[in-house]
């Protein structure tokens, strides 16, 4: 492990689902401004992992930790306030609000959002939204979606909806990013600059856990690997160990 | 003349209370029951502020909104933890018992005799006794309410209401404080009716428990979905509808003895046709949930 | 005194319970808060009325004619209303507006052709007995009787008949149903019948108690409703519970504090299960709350 502290610590995770342990006793440490992969087979948990740390799930029973900072009690708005982003497997852009209100909202403490501010603090508000406004002219220009600001984001074809899902989540400024899977349904030509825009991000400073399914990518940038199956961490280390374990070979790639 | 007037004044009135049950149908996507309750809770207010302490109108209707506004939060609660149907019942739930308050807590509110001889507004010494000056008076407030709920839509509080209304799980994934969000909604929504409450009571100078019923509530909500929810145009378009189309019905010379129940009946047809052809209205953007 | 009132509460309980059951039959099964179950009530007992007062049929054909007149109407309703909302996928919101709008539309419909005056159906004193120094008229009698019956065919109905099955498994699992080869459809069609008949022999016996007016449709199918809840969605049986529960608990209201209460103090006890006991007193632990 490297010698920086973890940003994000997980102690024994477990989580049931309709009686079914689909994270079991899971236990991770997350270097800081680095690049972790999760990867596993289908159904593995690694999407229910994620829902545990971003707050949508509570954990039955283990501990979350977000740089000393206890998580797993924590409402969904407040773990994105601490500096958690995510994006979804699914997407989930708002598909009937426009590209740019979507990255609009990326913000996950915009004062504005309070009426109180509105009418009380209406100066200091309307500076930050012509702020937001111009990182979102920058965000839209960076994923190449200039043409389509006012289109509603439903519009779009696969994509660029996942481009925009990225550039709503790099907007949001967080300095933990969950990715679900995003490379998937991505081209070839844009999966190489997808994983170059990973790679200089975290170069900035920030930290990336990574759900990912193909492991050409995964041995390209990842710097560690998780191997979740069943709900069980049974593997860990650098990309070319734990792909090269014949556990998570026999288990995964079927070979 | 007087007619029109009297027509343009309700318009103020139902065009504030559409505006703002738009707030929780259109922006939160909560089917809300209880609307005509704040609207009665409102006019009660108000009503007795005046008449028992004297109040001007103004301070009244000030004092109604922040009293309607914070027993919302008697109904927001609920919708922070029950979904769908269940919020519809808790919201019915509300609305009868607000109703049975105001029937039966004679000591306070005189039940079913209503309270009459509700002062006019006054301003620096003007009353606004005659309806030209009362219609000028509701257009004035009708066009703060407008204003200040399209700022308000336009914001980024509209904006993070429209993104939860569209996907709840990635809002708060995204930092939003739902259910702070949806609160606020109820508070908002329920200090407009009480304006509408307020204005309704000035004008008729009497009111008593059966115009804020379930039946009314209902009225509402057929005006928001008729116009359509979601934007600030479909409300309104709804108001003019359904405040016109029984003047229109009179004008072909429907007898007044079935002109109610033809009307209803009209109203209950076209909930149906709507949620079946057109869920969205006339002229609104969002599809109840 | 006590005894009385506690008499008097069962056997609205089981007016209560009988309307309940339908309205409840239709929720667990189709997920859809009929409030139009209110308009199929005030139509049975009107048309019950127009045999009875005003074409002069037996009793013991314009009884039961306005019962089956109120399940025809339920099944209209479906294929008209409901089926078309189903098949674009509509959402509960939609179904709940549509079915506001089928109650507005029946009830204006009743009131024009009779009149918002109420009707009396067997005017008179009612014969009274005593029990134990509880007094009962010969109708609530017949109520009570009536229940028991219904009540029981009901519990054989849904135990062991192959009906009952598939309408529990349309309650728990719907596509393991198709998978079984009934047709949702036609299930559903029964469904909405058997549910208005429940409406129709509560709304009749009523009517022969007390008369009617246009509007009794929405107080009983707020009862169904709050019924429903206090019981336990889910379990087609409960709602008999949370209908014996009102009806004893609006009387004991009537007897300690005022009639006038009765109606706040119901729907204070639907607040309160809503937030406290969603699952009802019977019911399992669903998923009523918001994930
Ligand atoms: N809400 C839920 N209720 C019940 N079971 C669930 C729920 N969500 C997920 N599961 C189950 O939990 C298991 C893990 O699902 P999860 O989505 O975490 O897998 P995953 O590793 O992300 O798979 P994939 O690679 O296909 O995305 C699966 O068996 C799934 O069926
Ligand atoms: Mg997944």
């Known amino acids: 492990m490297d010698n920086r502290k973890a940003i994000l610590k997980i102690l024994n995770l477990t989580k049931s689902l309709e009686g079914l342990k689909v994270v079991d006793s899971v236990s991770i440490d997350i270097a800081r401004g680095r690049i972790t992969g999760l990867i596993g087979p289908n159904g593995a948990g690694k999407t229910t992992l994620f829902n545990l740390i971003s707050g949508l799930l509570r954990p039955d029973k283990g501990e979350i930790w977000f740089e000393d900072k206890r998580i797993d009690t924590l409402p969904s708005w407040q773990i994105a306030r601490a500096g958690i982003g995510r994006l979804f497997q699914d997407i989930r852009i708002f598909r009937k609000l426009s590209v740019l209100e979507n990255i609009l909202l990326a913000d996950p403490n915009h004062p504005g959002e309070l009426p109180l501010n509105l009418f009380f603090n209406y100066r200091n508000i309307a500076r930050i939204e012509q702020k937001h406004l111009e990182s979102a002219e920058y965000w839209i220009e960076f994923v190449g979606l200039e043409g389509k600001k006012d289109s509603p984001a439903g519009s779009l074809s696969f994509g660029q909806q996942k481009l925009l899902a990225i550039a709503r989540l790099l907007a949001g400024g967080h300095k933990f990013l969950l990715l679900d899977e995003p490379t ?72 | 003349m007087n007619y029109l007037f009297h027509i343009l004044i309700m318009l103020c009135i139902y065009g504030i209370l559409a505006l703002s049950l738009n707030l929780l149908i259109g922006y939160s996507g909560l089917l809300s029951l209880a609307h005509a309750a704040f609207y009665g809770i409102g006019a009660y207010a108000s009503t007795l502020l005046m008449v028992k302490l004297g109040l001007n109108f103004f301070p009244a209707l000030i004092l109604g909104i922040f009293i309607s506004g914070s027993l919302a939060l008697l109904i927001a609660y609920p919708s922070l933890r029950l979904k769908g149907d269940y919020f519809v019942l808790a919201s019915l739930g509300f609305q009868l018992i607000v109703f049975s308050i105001l029937y039966n807590w004679i000591g306070l509110t005189r039940g079913p005799y209503g309270i009459p001889g509700i002062p006019r507004p006054t301003i620096f010494g003007f009353e606004f006794n005659s309806i030209t000056s009362y219609f000028i008076l509701s257009a004035g407030i009708f066009s ?49 009716a009480a304006i509408s409450g307020a204005l309704y009571a000035g ?15 209902i009225f509402i909500i057929t005006i ?14 709804g108001v003019l509808f359904m405040i016109i189309l029984p003047e229109a019905l009179r004008f072909i010379g429907l007898p007044d003895t079935i002109a109610p129940n033809v009307r209803q009946m009209i109203y209950g047809l076209l909930l149906i046709l709507l949620m079946r052809y057109r869920p969205q209205g006339l002229a609104g953007e969002y599809r109840l949930e | 005194m006590l005894l009385q009132f506690l008499a008097n509460g069962l056997v609205t309980g089981t007016v209560y319970s009988i309307v309940a059951l339908g309205f409840a039959l239709i929720y ?24 009875y007062r005003i074409l002069h049929l037996p009793l013991i054909f314009s009884l039961p004619l306005g019962i089956i007149s109120g399940a025809l109407l339920g099944i209209i309703m479906e294929i008209l209303v409901y089926r078309p909302l189903f098949e674009k996928n509509a959402s509960s919101g939609v179904a709940i507006v549509s079915s506001i709008g ?166 204070i006890i639907l607040i309160l299960f809503l937030l406290l006991r969603p699952q009802g007193l019977l019911g399992k632990r669903t998923r009523v709350e918001e994930k």
């Open chain 3, 102 to 267: 089928i109650y507005i539309f029946i009830v204006n419909l009743i009131a024009l052709l009779f009149g918002n005056e109420t009707k009396i159906l067997s005017p008179g004193i009612e014969k009274t007995y005593e029990f134990a120094g509880v007094i009962l008229t010969r109708i609530q009698i017949f109520e009570a009787l009536a229940f028991i019956i219904v009540f029981a065919l009901y519990i054989i109905l849904l135990k062991l008949t192959n009906f009952g099955k598939a309408v529990r498994a349309l309650a728990d699992n719907p596509t393991l149903l198709s998978t079984l080869g009934v047709e949702i459809s036609d299930l559903k069609i029964w469904i909405f019948a058997l549910g208005s008949v429940f409406a129709g022999i509560s709304s009749c016996l009523v009517a022969l108690d007390v008369g009617m007016d246009p509007n009794v449709g929405m107080p009983a199918l707020l009862v169904s409703a709050v019924a429903m809840i206090v019981g336990g969605v889910g379990v087609f049986e409960s709602a008999v519970i949370g209908g014996f529960t009102i009806g004893i608990v609006q009387n004991l209201a009537v007897w300690q504090i005022s009639a006038r209460w009765q109606e706040g103090i119901t729907f």
């Open chain 1, 184 to 255: 998937a349904g991505v081209n070839p030509a844009m999966i190489k600059s997808l994983l170059n825009l990973i790679q200089r991000i975290v170069k900035g400073g920030k930290t990336v856990l990574f759900i990912e399914h193909n492991m050409n990518v995964v041995l390209k940038i990842a710097d560690w690997v998780y191997f979740l199956d069943e709900g069980r961490v049974t593997s860990f280390g650098r990309p070319e160990e734990v792909l090269g374990d014949t556990e998570v070979r026999k288990a995964y790639l079927g070979v």
């Open chain 2, 203 to 217: 004008y008729v100078t009497y009111i008593d428990p059966t115009s804020f019923t379930l039946d009314e509530s």
């Open chain 3, 28 to 51: 667990n099964t189709t997920k859809i808060l009929h409030i139009a179950h209110g308009a199929v009530y005030v139509f049975s007992c009107y048309i019950f009325f127009t045999l």
């Open chain 2, 144 to 192: 703060l309410v407008f204003v200040f709920i399209r700022h308000l839509c336009q914001s980024p509080f509209g904006r993070a209401l429209k993104s939860l209304r569209e996907d709840e799980i990635a809002a708060r994934v995204m930092g939003k404080n739902v259910p702070l969000l949806k609160v606020w909604t109820f508070i908002i929504a329920g200090g407009l």
């Open chain 2, 224 to 237: 928001v979905l008729v116009g359509g929810s979601g934007n600030l145009k479909g409300p309104l378009a």
